[in-house]
């Protein structure tokens, strides 16, 4: 991605506006739970929070590598960053000028960090084949999961209970509060990013192959694949009200997918049977520059 993110509607794609500053690629983006601020984290070596309204920047957080992950916490008070220091740090949006909360002891890069626990905890994952829970009362690593491969992408489920790992050919899920492994389930491609569906039946996930698979979450049975990218698919992410998700590839788009194909929905107004069919394989795209 370029230096100027992009707003859109979720349901529809329609692009809302362009976020101006970044002076390098675009790494992570994230919108706080009441789509009022956004957070991006750049090439630059920064990242920045701005007015998801006005599309006007409000802070900005100077780092010394690339800023890979950005996030909320539920308050909207603090972002957490993850860079190519190996570090992970809070920054108060309500003290922008006081030193962040650092989170050492990765031993490669950071892919993504998330607030989780009522925010009282930090969860990464880094390159260097590991998950790691710090506790932000003491600052100190409290649990650890290790991988046979790189952890690609965390995602914390809509209700804070099921943690999804995209690691390998491998989805695997995890108890929030313990980091007692669920399940795990083994799918056809090197997998990038993966989502889980609001209600926990079904979730997504795309990597090396081009491709998007669905999978059955209680028997962890692919349910379809489909090939709608040119090249590799580097994130998935449902909508909060689960009715669609969105994939992002380094083919330079962004498709948006019905989970429930024809069903009336932003963009998809299907009346005739063959509108029907052809909706599976014709996902909405929209172009990412």
Same mark, same amino acid.
């Given at each position: 991605?370029?230096?100027?993110?992009?707003?859109?509607?979720?349901?529809?794609?329609? !692009?809302? &506006?362009?976020? %101006?500053?970044?002076?390098?690629?675009?790494?992570?983006?994230?919108?706080?739970?009441?789509?009022?601020?956004?957070?991006?984290?750049?090439?630059?070596?920064?990242?920045?929070? !701005?007015?998801?309204?006005?599309?006007?920047?409000?802070?900005?957080?100077?780092?010394?590598?690339?800023?890979?992950?950005?996030?909320?916490?539920?308050?909207?008070?603090?972002?957490?960053? /993850?860079?190519?220091?190996?570090?992970?740090?809070?920054?108060?949006?309500?003290?922008?000028?006081?030193?962040?909360?650092?989170?050492?002891?990765?031993?490669?890069? *950071?892919?993504?960090?998330?607030?989780?626990?009522?925010?009282?905890?930090?969860?990464?994952?880094?390159?260097?084949?590991?998950?790691?829970? !710090?506790?932000?009362?003491?600052?100190?690593?409290?649990?650890?999961?290790?991988?046979?491969?790189?952890?690609?992408?965390? %995602?914390? $489920?809509?209700?804070?209970?099921?943690?999804?790992?995209? @690691?390998?050919?491998? *989805?695997?899920?995890?108890?929030?509060?313990?980091?007692?492994?669920?399940?795990?389930?083994?799918?056809?491609?090197?997998?990038?990013?993966? $989502?889980? @569906?609001?209600?926990?039946?079904?979730?997504?996930?795309?990597?090396? =192959?081009?491709?998007?698979?669905? +999978?059955?979450?209680?028997?962890?049975?692919?349910?379809?694949? +489909?090939?709608? @990218?040119?090249?590799?698919?580097?994130?998935?992410?449902?909508?909060?009200?689960?009715?669609?998700?969105?994939? /992002?590839?380094? =083919? &330079?788009?962004?498709?948006?997918?019905?989970?429930?194909? /024809?069903?009336?929905?932003?963009?998809?107004?299907?009346?005739?049977?063959? %509108?029907?069919?052809?909706?599976?394989?014709?996902?909405?795209?929209?172009?990412?520059?």
């Amino acid at each position: 991605m370029d230096g100027s993110p992009m707003l859109r509607q979720g349901d529809t794609g329609d !692009w809302v &506006g362009t976020f %101006e500053g970044h002076k390098g690629a675009v790494w992570g983006v994230a919108l706080n739970k009441t789509a009022t601020l956004a957070a991006t984290g750049a090439a630059d070596f920064t990242g920045k929070v !701005w007015n998801a309204i006005t599309g006007t920047e409000i802070h900005s957080f100077q780092h010394k590598h690339i800023v890979k992950s950005v996030g909320f916490d539920s308050s909207s008070e603090n972002i957490v960053t /993850g860079s190519n220091e190996k570090l992970v740090r809070v920054f108060n949006l309500e003290q922008p000028q006081a030193e962040p909360e650092m989170y050492s002891g990765h031993g490669g890069a *950071i892919k993504q960090a998330l607030f989780c626990r009522n925010d009282k905890c930090i969860i990464s994952a880094a390159e260097d084949k590991t998950v790691r829970l !710090w506790d932000r009362l003491s600052g100190n690593e409290v649990q650890r999961l290790t991988f046979p491969n790189n952890p690609n992408s965390l %995602e914390i $489920s809509a209700d804070n209970h099921i943690l999804t790992v995209a @690691h390998g050919t491998s *989805i695997s899920f995890w108890d929030v509060e313990s980091l007692k492994k669920l399940k795990e389930v083994k799918v056809p491609t090197n997998v990038s990013s993966a $989502s889980l @569906h609001p209600d926990k039946h079904v979730f997504v996930c795309g990597g090396e =192959d081009f491709k998007m698979y669905k +999978f059955d979450y209680i028997t962890g049975n692919e349910i379809e694949s +489909f090939k709608g @990218h040119f090249g590799p698919v580097h994130s998935v992410k449902f909508s909060p009200d689960g009715e669609l998700y969105a994939s /992002g590839s380094e =083919d &330079g788009t962004l498709r948006l997918w019905q989970t429930t194909v /024809g069903k009336t929905y932003g963009l998809w107004k299907c009346t005739e049977p063959n %509108e029907l069919n052809n909706s599976l394989n014709s996902p909405r795209e929209v172009q990412a520059n």
